[in-house]
Every structure is written in C-alpha cells, then in structure tokens.
C-alpha cells in the first residue's frame, strides 16, 4: 500500500481549508490477477469473457470446457485447481452451464469457500441446459442468489420478477 498526500494552496478566501488536503492509499498490484473459467462447452458468453480477460494483461486466464468424459479424468475436473490453497490464489471464477456433479464434491464445497471465506469472486452464467437450477440444489446452493417456482419447461409469456423485502434492502442490488 501506497499512501500518498496532496495539498491545495489557497488562492481565494474561504470559508473553510478543511477541505484543501486529502490523503488517499492505493493498493499496487505487482501479480497478474487469476480468472478461472469453467464450462459444458464453449458458448458465447464465455467466449467472449475469455477474449475480454486474455486481451487484458493484468489478467492470467485458465480456462476449460467439458469434454463429457465419465469419472474424474474429465477437463473440468483436471482444469480444477488440485488444492483448496491453489483455488484460492484465483481473484475470479466464473461457472458455465455444466453440472456440479462433473465436479469432485470437494471442490463445489471448496468454491462455496472461496467466496464465503476468501471472499473471491464468483460469477453463474446459465444456459439453455439449465444447470444453474442443480448448483442450486448442491452444497454451492447459498452462492445461487435466486430460487425457482414452477416448472421452467411449462412457463409460457414474458417472465417478470420482483426482489423480496430483504433484496431491496441490500446495497448490491439496488439497480434504480
């Protein structure tokens, strides 16, 4: 950490010089940051977020898609960090439209720690397979900020949506 001071001269009368000064710290980042990028395959929107982070160099990018293998040979669970001490030198993962079940039941807890404990970034980006409904249900289930009423497959019309009373109260999520 860097502080750093910096103070104004005074060329008109003022009311106050309280406000002439500030100091403010800064935090120097002297390692790449680390994306994990986990998927069932490669969509767009992962794609996409893996171009954006591998064009920035301040990022370091792991990145795998599902091959559909049965066990744990599998290219997400090889993708996976080996250790819970090695998950938690990534600054961001973001978890595609696959299973939690591709995953060694370990490492869903592990990425339930990573946020909980670490406070690591987490992004969910579902898909047409709709996965994100087991994450749900696994022991990830309290980094899923949603629940679902009904049967996805019978919804007809437009879908609408409303916080809870608790929801509107917290600071993330108020949009408007």
Do not use: C
Request: aromatic share 10%; glycine share 8%; hydrophobic share 40%.
């Amino acid at each position: 950490n860097v502080v750093i001071g910096i103070a104004g001269e005074q060329t008109t009368p003022e009311k106050t010089r309280a406000n002439n000064a500030r100091e403010v710290a800064l935090h120097l980042l002297q390692k790449k940051r680390k994306l994990l990028l986990l998927d069932g395959r490669a969509r767009w929107e992962t794609r996409y977020a893996q171009n954006h982070f591998e064009r920035d160099e301040r990022w370091s990018v792991n990145v795998a898609f599902d091959d559909y293998k049965d066990g744990t040979a599998n290219a997400l669970d090889k993708a996976f960090p080996a250790t819970k001490d090695d998950l938690f030198t990534f600054d961001l993962i973001v978890i595609g439209d696959f299973s939690p079940t591709r995953l060694k039941p370990e490492h869903v807890e592990w990425l339930r720690e990573f946020v909980e404990k670490r406070g690591g970034g987490l992004i969910m980006i579902d898909g047409a397979r709709g996965y994100l409904r087991d994450w749900a249900k696994s022991k990830a289930a309290g980094l899923v900020p949603v629940q679902w009423i009904g049967d996805p497959k019978g919804m007809v019309g437009p879908l609408t949506w409303q916080l809870t009373a608790e929801a509107e109260r917290a600071p993330a999520l108020r949009l408007s």
